[in-house]
């Protein structure tokens, strides 16, 4: 089987991840791919690396008919027996378009549990023969939205939990974030848009260095709130914007506690990628979050929006050195056994099985 992977977002975010590791996961099994994203993007970089097949094109949103033209000839070739459309940016709707002219059947990945606009979702569905939904909160959205559930797969997002020491060295991390040897350190990893909740944590924070002074934050990703948020953090907080890196899991194993504050959420990559390096989580218990982290086993959830309840417990962890290791030993363990990319390559394998079939 030939699939052609559909993926609009242009950055290595956690969606565009996944869609790697999943081509990766499926070539271990015999089935090829090749990947349909933005012309000079970072994810078509990534690909080429892994030794993935990549047709690259400006891939602009659903109103695009380049794009769409695009993906009707790669389809009419004949060298695809499925498509496969990641939701991102207009590529779900326009690759099942592409896929019906085309006369190639298609699967879905729905990724997020924020709902579509009525009519659009009942039109973009039905061009798809399996919709997968990456948590329970997403099926449910899927459900509400009208697409039958019998049509709908959860296959939860994965990562690959070998080999996760930092490769950074403890001297390397501190030094490349301006760390004092005894900090303590928080990291959160998330665009800065409204529903990551990065308000909602820094409100928390004064209250988490009240308790621990030598608290720091360490601020992963970029967006349209970053100039707001560096206001409101201020200048002698003990928070610093690190930005969007791609070398994230080099040194992810040196944080003490990840802390995720979003207020909605589809499943959580960053979740798995933390558990996955030995790191405890405490967040807000919204989407898909319950499903990524155990509570109270390797991480803490509380109720979303609860500002006070979020720093006393990121602040009960980073008091309690031995609770938090204990939880992050855990949640390795768990992602080994739970999220790991073989399982989701298998679970996509039998889908992509049905849709063919019909």
């Not at 349209?224 to 969007?244: C, I, K, M, Q, R």
Request: aromatic share 6%; glycine share 12%; with cysteine.
């Amino acid at each position: 089987m030939h699939v052609l992977h559909v993926e609009a977002g242009r950055h290595l975010y956690g969606g565009p991840r996944q869609v790697l590791e999943l081509m990766t996961a499926l070539a271990a099994r015999g089935i090829d791919g090749t990947l349909a994203c933005p012309a000079g993007s970072a994810i078509a970089a990534a690909a080429a690396d892994r030794g993935l097949a990549v047709a690259t094109h400006p891939l602009g949103g659903d109103l695009d008919l380049s794009a769409l033209l695009f993906l009707v000839r790669l389809l009419r070739t004949g060298r695809f027996d499925l498509l496969h459309a990641h939701s991102r940016r207009g590529a779900d709707f326009f690759a099942g378009i592409a896929a019906a002219m085309a006369g190639v059947p298609a699967v879905l990945t729905r990724r997020v549990d924020s709902p579509d606009t009525p009519w659009v979702g009942t039109l973009k569905y039905r061009a798809y023969a399996r919709v997968v939904a990456i948590s329970a909160a997403v099926r449910a959205q899927l459900v509400a939205t009208g697409v039958p559930a019998e049509r709908i797969h959860l296959i939860r997002s994965a990562v690959d939990a070998g080999a996760r020491a930092p490769a950074w060295t403890r001297q390397r991390f501190l030094a490349e974030f301006g760390l004092a040897p005894g900090a303590r350190v928080v990291a959160v990893v998330a665009q800065l848009i409204p529903r990551k909740g990065h308000r909602l944590l820094l409100q928390a924070w004064p209250l988490i260095r009240s308790g621990c002074p030598g608290a720091r934050l360490l601020v992963f990703g970029t967006g349209p709130l970053e100039g707001g948020l560096v206001a409101l953090a201020g200048a002698t907080s003990g928070v610093h914007f690190a930005g969007f890196r791609p070398e994230l899991r080099d040194f992810l194993g040196h944080v003490d506690v990840l802390a995720h504050p979003a207020l909605a959420e589809g499943l959580g990559v960053c979740l798995l990628e933390a558990q996955a390096a030995g790191v405890p989580v405490v967040g807000f218990r919204s989407g898909g979050v319950p499903e990524a982290v155990a509570d109270g086993e390797t991480g803490l959830l509380v109720a979303p929006g609860d500002a006070a309840a979020l720093a006393a417990a990121i602040l009960g962890l980073l008091k309690d050195p031995d609770r938090a290791r204990g939880m992050g030993a855990a949640g390795q363990a768990r992602i080994r056994a739970e999220f790991s990319p073989a399982t989701m390559a298998a679970a996509y394998a039998e889908v992509y099985a049905h849709a063919v079939r019909r």
